[in-house]
């Protein structure tokens, strides 16, 4: 079965796509859905998750609506989104802050998944697939694309490149979280050939957002296809949708390692670190950020340092050679005895951009690191291992609701 297909999607309409997609919702807190989603009767925040909406339905003709299927048909029957005739392909570019990141929006096979040409790097919560797969089975949507990346196909970029600048895009607007969103919609049969021909070259995909969500998708296509006498796997319920995007493309962010405990004071760590790693004292005001792989910097007590971690001597997995895990043997172990990072509650973990401030977190301790490569996480997925937790943060992340996909009913499993 092919991996990767083109399919008729549902669009907002261009006066409407504004309003009508969602930014990024991984960390959203309630409160921050419910700002997001008041006075915008529109966002698609009241198909994802129905709980940001009130009993009051008020002036708001989707707050009758109860469920996130029946505002989704609402959606459709009012022209909010349209469907797109035929099967497409959709070139889809998102500039964050001046950095533009651009990518085909398919159908992927399920079935990729489990036979490994869709490589994974984490492990999921089966309390998380089935809240997704819960509500793939109450909307009966796919409507928040899964993030895959490739390796470099010059061809296909030629391809793509060619379609942006043909012609204006079909979709062009500002999200609400400021970032510029374009999408093409490419439905010309020997454009559709030309794309089909590279992505069949294509070997594997690797998941960079969305591990769950595959995960929901391939348990959905069982439920689906066990009620389908005549299943053939070119069902609509054995795909999922995706935003696939060359490595290139791709932007990687580090996760930092903040450390809460009453147990050690700063001077006791700074005396315990140097006691295992050579530790370089900063002046006031120098950037603790690492400049290259292999380094760390360490912000506690009010001062700044920089060290390098020792190599993993006989490491045999390529997991076990990342800066993360290195980190973590050398340093979070022995001075903390954090064994488990999974689940120790003392490790806090925060995103590149964020304030690496033990105070801005209440930690005792700030270990900062160098972002992951796309090629380790290839090397980890390729060997079939699974990355530390918050090992990276991918951009850019695909939005909900501006690519919707109609799925049949499956009885609950």
């Avoid at 009241?46 to 469920?67: K, M, N, Q, W």
């Avoid at 009012?78 to 802050?97: F, H, K, M, Q, T």
Wanted: aromatic share 6%.
């Amino acid at each position: 079965m092919r991996l990767v297909r083109p399919f008729a999607a549902y669009l907002p309409v261009p006066e409407m796509a504004a309003s009508v997609v969602s930014p990024p919702l991984g960390g959203m807190t309630t409160r921050e859905w419910l700002r997001l989603s008041e006075r915008n009767p529109h966002s698609f925040l009241h198909v994802i998750r129905t709980e940001v909406d009130t009993e009051e339905g008020g002036s708001d003709p989707y707050l009758h609506a109860t469920t996130g299927k029946a505002r989704l048909v609402a959606m459709i029957e009012d022209g909010v989104l349209r469907s797109v005739e035929g099967p497409a392909y959709y070139v889809y570019a998102i500039d964050e802050n001046g950095t533009v990141a651009v990518g085909l929006v398919a159908e992927v096979h399920v079935g990729g998944y489990a036979d490994g040409r869709v490589r994974r790097h984490e492990d999921t919560r089966r309390a998380t697939e089935e809240l997704l797969l819960s509500h793939l089975t109450r909307v009966g949507a796919h409507s928040d694309p899964v993030a895959l990346t490739h390796r470099d196909d010059e061809q296909l970029a030629t391809l793509v490149a060619t379609i942006r600048t043909a012609r204006a895009p079909d979709l062009q607007f500002t999200g609400s979280d400021g970032a510029e969103q374009e999408v093409w919609v490419v439905s010309d049969p020997d454009t559709i050939s030309a794309l089909q021909a590279r992505l069949d070259v294509i070997e594997r995909l690797y998941v960079t957002d969305g591990h769950h969500r595959c995960a929901a998708a391939a348990r959905y296509a069982t439920q689906a296809a066990a009620s389908n006498p005549d299943h053939d796997g070119a069902e609509s319920y054995n795909y999922v949708l995706a935003a696939l995007y060359p490595e290139s493309e791709l932007t990687l962010r580090e996760f930092n390692r903040c450390v809460r405990s009453d147990e050690i004071t700063p001077a006791e760590i700074v005396e315990a670190v140097a006691g295992l790693v050579p530790l370089e004292t900063l002046d006031d005001g120098d950037d603790p950020a690492p400049t290259a792989p292999g380094e760390v910097g360490l912000v506690t007590g009010g001062r700044t340092f920089r060290f390098g971690l020792p190599q993993a001597e006989g490491a045999t997995s390529a997991a076990a050679r990342l800066d993360v895990a290195r980190l973590q043997d050398a340093v979070l172990r022995p001075v903390f005895g954090i064994t488990d990072p999974r689940t120790d509650h003392r490790l806090h973990y925060v995103a590149g951009g964020e304030p690496a401030d033990p105070a801005h977190h209440h930690c005792v301790a700030c270990f900062l690191l160098y972002p992951t490569s796309v090629r380790e996480v290839m090397t980890v997925a390729d060997a079939g291992e699974v990355m530390p937790p918050k090992s990276t943060w991918f951009e850019p992340k695909a939005r909900g609701g501006l690519f919707v996909t109609l799925l049949p009913d499956v009885p609950p499993g």
